[in-house]
């Protein structure tokens, strides 16, 4: 198990998503049409591994930001709920799905017990201080068999053996790093059956990817982001490409209480 050491307090967390956080995203509720489409293609691509299985129903959103997914779900007949921990993005997202979006944690929500058919957590355990105990809620709000999506960074990615301790997806706010092995250890007890475990490519463009070089330099890297700003045209910056970023989608299910329907 890889964990950052030593863990950041609730009150240095709640400095880190402050609303330069989402910002640096792309997220301002103003003038956002490039990354809503951007992160939509790519909340498209990823949800279809629970879509495809089961019907629509309810689904919640665990760290919501300004709801881009959960406009992908109600559009495709989805009863979309979200969970939104900074005040500044969960504010975005109430302006259209209103008390569907819980400011808060999801403990603190105090969803009815199995109440959704599907629970996402994109890019979002790894943020978790305590994954265990917040599975454990997940579990309880998730109807018997219900499916829970997982992305998240894999610590055992071809990119992280070779970038080491400059791998890209060592932040501050990263407070565990799962692998396939891990993740699937942990879902097993909390009471999750593991599905699926492959890549998670995302849709993005370069100046996405930019921001996000410049919020979390890399040396030798970052330097050319200036440079390379600079001299491409404005339109090529705005194309979205597939990557794959050292990710991997989870899909598991609620395993069924021992001994039910005997």
């Not at 201080?129 to 894999?154: H, I, Q, T, Y």
């Not at 998670?200 to 050319?224: D, G, V």
Request: hydrophobic share 40%; with cysteine.
């Amino acid at each position: 198990m890889v964990f950052l050491s030593p863990q950041p307090t609730a009150e240095e967390l709640q400095e880190i998503y402050r609303s330069d956080y989402y910002l640096s995203l792309g997220i301002s509720g103003d003038d956002e049409e490039s990354p809503r489409a951007m992160k939509q293609h790519t909340f498209r691509r990823q949800f279809e591994a629970v879509a495809r299985r089961v019907k629509p129903g309810k689904v919640l959103d665990v760290g919501c930001a300004s709801g881009f997914f959960l406009e992908v779900a109600d559009a495709a007949g989805w009863e979309a709920y979200g969970v939104e921990l900074s005040s500044f993005a969960a504010e975005l997202a109430k302006r259209r799905f209103g008390p569907r979006v819980h400011n808060g944690t999801l403990e603190q929500a105090g969803y009815p017990e199995a109440f959704f058919d599907a629970v996402t957590l994109f890019d979002l355990l790894e943020h978790v201080p305590d994954p265990k105990s917040f599975l454990g809620e997940v579990l309880r709000v998730l109807r018997p068999d219900g499916k829970l999506l997982l992305v998240m960074p894999n610590v055992a990615s071809l990119s992280a053996r070779i970038m080491g301790r400059h791998w890209s997806h060592y932040n501050a706010e990263h407070l565990h790093y799962f692998s396939p092995a891990t993740i699937a250890r942990l879902l097993s007890g909390c009471g999750f059956a593991v599905e699926s475990v492959g890549k998670a490519p995302k849709s993005l463009n370069l100046n996405y990817i930019f921001k996000q070089l410049r919020r979390y330099p890399r040396s030798l890297i970052t330097p050319l982001v200036s440079i390379a700003d600079a001299l491409l045209p404005a339109w090529s910056k705005e194309l979205n490409l597939s990557l794959h970023c050292g990710e991997m989608l989870v899909v598991a299910r609620k395993m069924p209480l021992s001994g039910a329907g005997a």
